[in-house]
Each structure stands twice: as C-alpha cells, then as structure tokens.
C-alpha cells in the first residue's frame, strides 16, 4: 500500500478540514489532440466544466430513453448489488455498471463523438472507471450532498490523481427546479481534504446519502464567494463533461418533471487504481474498476462483472 506520507492529497484522516493546492495539471491534452476547440479547452481548465447542449441526435436519445426504461422496469436488476435504491423507498436510485450490463449503454460509453473528448482532455487512452444511470423521480427523487468525486474516490478506491473526467449525458430535461447537477466553477483547483475517517463498508450508505467525504460549511462557502454555482441545465440530449476535483451536487426533485441522467467516467490509462489512501478494502469492481480496465475500443464493453 502507498504509504500515507506519499499520499499528495490526503483526507478523513483526522484533524481539521484543509483547502489544498492541486498538484495535477487540469488539461493533458491540446487542441490538436481531439474534437474540443481552442475556446472549449479552455473553458473547462477556468471553469473545471464543459455543458454541450443538444450533443446526442434525436435517434440515439430515443434509444437511450427505450433503454432507461427497460432498466427501470426491470425487476431482477433492481435485486442486483450495482442497484441503489432510494432509503424512504423502494425506488430505483441509480444503477451501477451500466455499461456492462447494458450493450445499447456500452455503445453510448464508446461513441465516436464522445471517448475522444476524454481522450483529448486525459491526452491518452481511457477506459471506464464507473458507469451509472441516475434516477431521480418526480415529486420525491432526492438529491446528492457537495461533494468531490476525487476526494471519494482517492481515499476509497486509491485514484491516485487527478486525471480522470466524467460525462454526464441527460436523458431528461434538466431545469432548475427538478434538481439539475449543480457545479462551483473553479473549485477543481483546490482540493478540501475532510476531517474525521472512513467507516469500514462505507459505500453502503454513500451511495444512498453521502455524509462521509463531503465538504465543511467554511470551505464550501468559500469555493462558492469565489466562483458562484452554474446549475447544468439543458434539453434532453445535452452533454456535461466536468472534471474529477469540481465541487458538485443536486438537489432533491419536488417537482412533477423527473430527471434521469446517463453518467461514465473516464480515467487515464496512466492512472490505475492502487490500494485504497482510507486503508479500507476495495470497493466493488463495479463501483471502481480495477480488473475490466480495458481502453476504450480495444474490446468489448459489456462482459460479466465477476
């Protein structure tokens, strides 16, 4: 295990909260390196977020829309470990490892249209890190606390840095009042390292309620004095491409539209897992690839999971 005075970026180990500089460059690649411009580049390195309204045409937004259905109604998933249910019912929250569970979600995680845009901001290969809808029902769908993917997922699965980027891909209109992502813009250069510890198994209860790794009142409200909140807003087809350290959240949805986004995350080739910075164990491999770990159009996604 990587020992913790080597660990750049430690967290939940004891103490205070701490805003830390970033160690890692925010672009790998250049605009030679892929299909996002000059100006996009360098929107996401100020803004640590790109949102590209309307991207998937209509055709593959309806499959999509045929697919999350079928996921949803689908009985045997919801008795699955990669389903997370809602903790006041017995909705479906979010669906882990869609990608290997679904060809139709496979083919999405590989388009042609949107690997290379990881790609190009990772400047290398990329495989999938995790891959999960996102169900957020109408009237009670509730929502995700700020939180730091990378804070998450350094000290609980070992990413060893900042090189990773998730894609968001809206299945359903997005607006500000049924609980759209919201972003801090410019929070990806700073990192809160969080006070306390990791509880053993803590992604059984992270993932309906994240209450471990997330951000103090001090330091959230300083990421936000300095850049605001953009919520992701968009039509259904729109695609946010937001990087691993943005400081991120939603509200719950009280409103009668539901939300429901398609979520992957990238990560560099360069940048495999190691043992967790918590000391904990690994978290399941569909939370957190460690062994399907194959680039992106090498072979196929869908495979079983054990």
Known sequence: MQAIETDVYPSRVGGQPRRLERCDPILYGG???????????????????LILPNFLPPAQLDACLAELEKVRHDDALKQ???AIVEPESNDLRSLFAVHRLSEMFASVAADPRIAPMAQQLLGSEVYIHQSRVNF????RGQGFYWHSDFETWHVEDGLPRMRTVSCSILLTQNQTWNGPLLLAPGSHRRYISCAGSTPKNNFKN??????????DDDSLTAMVDEGGIIPATGPAGTVVLFECNTMHGSASNISPLPRSNLFFVYNSIQNPLDDPYSGQPPRPEYIAARRHVEPIGSNPLTMPLE
């Open 31 to 49: 605009v030679d390196d892929g299909p996002l411009s000059a100006q996009q580049l360098a929107d996401y390195e100020r803004d640590g977020f």
């Open 80 to 82: 699955r470990d990669e």
């Open 136 to 139: 957020k029902p109408g009237f």
């Open 206 to 215: 992270s993932l309906k309620k994240q209450e471990i790794g997330v951000p």
